[in-house]
């Protein structure tokens, strides 16, 4: 007796598939692991906007990878409606076709606003944004020097250091816990889970049921005890609607991973330009280029998410030049976007303040936290710049090893090293994160007075720094 033939998440049959395309270039190997930029420039002149791709070699894992701005801006704006984030949109793996890959886990579909289309989206993203917009910029950059000194004064005295370990990967995952107000020793659990999710190894998959743990009892203990911080004001933006803690952890848990991979990419690939192209350096330090400007030059060439693996058709579609099938596996190339001579500038200058690239996404799913995540690079790189002036590269940056780019690309260590470092200002405790006056943000209770004993504090992480330098 044979299984029924599985259904579409609506509960109809598949319709039939567009013919299949000849061939499906590999979407892996030594030209995409090495050079992935000159990958992406050389598949569009040879094939044109849109490529089906390949990403595994055991077959089953294909999809359309999208190079054209023009055709990506048609499916991250998604006017036809044709396309969804849902996984359970994807035909393949419905179907069983789609081998064991590291990116798979990635795509499972969630109760956050990542995985949702539509009115359910505007539903999900409207509290997160709110509770974003609570944030003192003041206070936050305070908080992320504070963090970046801490770091810095734990480098070895001696000698390189590697600063995507020392520096890069950790601090954006310690402003975000501050920010979230996790305790010290849940925020430790929670960089345990996520380096083992990040790795991708055997743990992985009970990792990830770990973190979803770990994110509902943040949000339990915020519900009894509401604080000065992102998960008490996401929790506030519910209101005395109809509240489900695992939902809101699945929201607390995207503010987290949303923070951490791209931004430490972001922070090390401006390091990288910095250290490597005098121009823009020399630019940089007689103040003609502020650090935000050079970083937003380096989303043209090397944006953080080089690819999105978020987007499937619910309906058969025409994208460039190819008939797409309802359920196929539409892949979005953010570092493709920068090449595309239709918007990429071509004075240098304008390369710096243009914000035509792709790198935020756009459309309903376009990044929600663009300015923190732009202040905590910021904030990153002129720390590092000041406090170790005459910063270099130790290695030929042709020696460099760099890790998979499916998704985010970054060097697996960054060696830079300086003649002199200069000491950390005195500074005072960091400030608490208060919402900033007049924001559309509700909290559950008033901040208490300064002098209250009670007055809730950003983590300061004295331990947990310690321990991502130990791991």
């Known amino acids: 007796m044979t299984s029924p033939a599985p259904l579409m998440p609506d509960g109809t049959p598949w319709p039939p598939r567009a013919g299949a395309p000849a061939s499906h270039v ?102 997160v944004e709110q509770a974003l917009a609570g944030l003192h910029p003041e206070h936050t950059r305070g908080y992320v020097d504070h963090l970046a000194d801490q770091l810095i004064d734990a480098f070895p005295a001696f000698g390189p250091v590697d600063v995507v370990n020392w520096y890069a990967q950790p601090l954006p995952m310690l402003v975000m816990m501050g920010l979230l107000g996790l305790p010290e020793e849940r925020a430790t659990a929670v960089s345990q889970t996520v380096l083992e999710i990040v790795q991708a190894g055997p743990g992985a998959t009970a990792a990830a049921r770990r973190l979803d743990e770990l994110m509902r009892e943040q949000v339990e203990e915020k519900l009894k005890a509401p604080g000065a911080d992102l998960t008490s004001w996401l929790i506030a933006q519910y209101g005395t609607g109809v509240f489900d803690p695992d939902e809101v952890a699945d929201q607390v848990r995207v503010l987290l991973q949303g923070g951490l991979g791209p931004t430490s990419a972001w922070i090390a690939s401006t390091l990288l330009r910095l250290v490597t192209d005098d121009r823009l350096r020399g630019d940089v330090e007689s103040g003609v280029v502020t650090v935000a400007e050079a970083a937003n030059r380096v989303l043209w060439d090397d944006p953080p998410v080089h690819n999105v693996f978020m987007n499937w058709a619910t ?157």
């Open 315 to 471: 309906a058969p579609t025409t994208l460039g030049q190819y008939e797409i099938s309802a359920g196929d596996l539409v892949i979005v190339s953010m570092a493709a976007s920068g090449l595309d001579p239709a918007v990429r500038p071509v004075e240098e200058e304008a390369l710096r303040a243009s914000r035509a690239h792709l790198a935020w996404g756009a459309g309903p799913h376009a990044c929600p936290s663009q300015e923190l995540g732009t202040l905590i690079v910021d904030c990153a790189v002129r720390r590092l710049l000041h406090r170790l002036p005459a910063l270099r590269l130790a290695i030929d940056e042709r020696d460099l090893a760099w890790g998979p780019s499916y998704v985010v690309r970054m060097p697996i260590e960054l060696p830079l090293m300086s003649p002199t470092r200069v000491p950390a200002d005195t500074t005072a405790e960091p400030p608490a994160f208060l919402p900033v006056p007049g924001a559309a943000v509700d909290p559950t209770a008033p901040p208490p007075p300064p002098g209250d004993p009670h007055r809730p504090q950003p983590g300061r992480w004295r331990a947990l720094s310690t321990w991502f330098l130990r791991k």
């Open 26 to 127: 590999p979407m892996y190997g030594p030209e995409f692991d090495n050079d992935p930029v000159g990958f992406y420039r050389s598949l569009r002149e040879k094939y044109g906007p849109v490529v089906p791709v390949e990403v595994d070699e055991r077959g089953g894992f294909q999809g359309w990878l999208v190079l054209g701005h023009r055709e990506q801006v048609e499916v991250l704006n998604n006017r036809s409606g044709v396309y969804t984030h849902d996984s359970r949109w994807w035909r393949d793996q419905v179907e069983g076709r789609v081998p064991d890959h590291p990116l798979v886990q990635q795509t499972e579909r969630r109760r956050n606003m990542f995985s949702a289309d539509g009115a359910e989206h505007r539903r999900l993203r409207a509290p």
